[in-house]
């Protein structure tokens, strides 16, 4: 038995305690997206990182110790971390939410860069109706305010929404609805952390598309008419589901450190180390999209 520990590499040996780090994470996600928990832990649970130095240290210090030694040292620190955490933030209080408004209108506007920046939470984003005068409506509740600014220079304008605030990432849940009109083109750029997003684009004239996401459920519906779309999606442990309109081609590149990637190859075929639709360079509307992800199931179709 000795001789077999031996063997065993001793970076092998103590590389459990990101794995281990990585489910206390997903642990906790799972218990507050099933409201159990308070998004404010995580402002609790950052107080605690030195244990993970501990830990390295303690990786190093019992590398000859029994394999299995270690790992439960880890377990039981990180579940004991957190519960700490539960117990500091005991009993839960709901802080206090705001509900706000927001809308702009076109007045001659052709083209929009629109940056949204969320936090934690629900974000619905679509498209006003046609017949609509306005370049943007938002919706925004939560317990932060949020400020929505207007830059314009002639016919284009930059719209910035964020939060002014209250907490980011360990605020309670916000919940934004955004809009945006049809009759422009837009360049379109989300940061989201831990997060449900849903983005109907179907009907946006989105030309070009940047997301960068946290630990999120993502299902993004690209547009069906806006010509040639540029897309990029950056995401760590996320739940992506795309969905490509048909009649839309598509140049799909992933890369992906730990997912689970699922393509409709019967609209978009393997060529190579990408993904592409038939006929991509002479399609009118076509979407170049790649994926950068780390722990993700990807799903497009």
Do not use: C
């Not at 997903?26 to 995580?42: E, N």
């Not at 110790?65 to 439960?72: I, L, N, S």
């Not at 927001?102 to 984003?125: H, M, N, T």
């Not at 509740?141 to 930059?158: I, L, Y």
Request: charged content about 20%; cysteine-free; proline content about 4%.
């Amino acid at each position: 038995m000795r001789r077999q520990m031996e063997g065993v590499p001793q970076h092998r040996r103590g590389g459990f305690i990101f794995p281990i780090l990585l489910i206390m994470v997903g642990v906790v996600l799972l218990l507050q997206t099933l409201g159990v928990l308070p998004w404010s832990l995580w402002s609790t649970l950052w107080r605690f990182w030195p244990v993970l130095v501990i830990l390295v240290g303690l990786s190093i210090i019992l590398r000859n110790a029994p394999a299995w030694v270690m790992p439960g040292i880890a377990l039981l620190a990180l579940a004991g971390v957190i519960g700490a955490a539960v117990a500091i933030e005991w009993p839960f209080t709901k802080p206090t939410t705001y509900t706000t408004s927001f809308s702009e209108p076109l007045d001659g506007l052709e083209s929009a860069r629109v940056e949204v920046d969320f936090g934690a939470g629900k974000l619905l984003l679509g498209s006003l109706p046609e017949s609509s005068e306005n370049l943007a409506e938002g919706q925004f509740g939560g317990s932060g305010k949020v400020d929505a600014t207007v830059k314009r220079r002639g016919s284009e304008a930059t719209l910035q929404v964020s939060r002014t605030s209250g907490s980011f990432l360990w605020g309670a849940e916000e919940e934004w609805n955004v809009r945006l009109s049809t009759r422009v083109a837009i360049d379109l750029d989300l940061d989201t952390g831990a997060s449900n997003v849903e983005l109907d684009l179907t009907d946006l004239r989105v030309e070009k598309f940047t997301l960068n996401a946290g630990a999120s459920k993502l299902h993004v519906r690209f547009s069906k008419a806006a010509g040639a779309t540029d897309a990029t999606v950056k995401a760590g442990a996320a739940d992506l589901d795309l969905v490509v309109p048909e009649g839309v081609a598509a140049r799909i590149s992933i890369d992906a450190v730990l997912a689970n990637v699922n393509v409709d190859e019967t609209r978009f075929p393997k060529k190579g180390d990408r993904y592409e639709s038939p006929g991509f360079d002479t399609a009118q509307n076509k979407l170049t999209l790649e994926i950068d992800s780390g722990v993700a199931r990807i799903t497009i179709r």
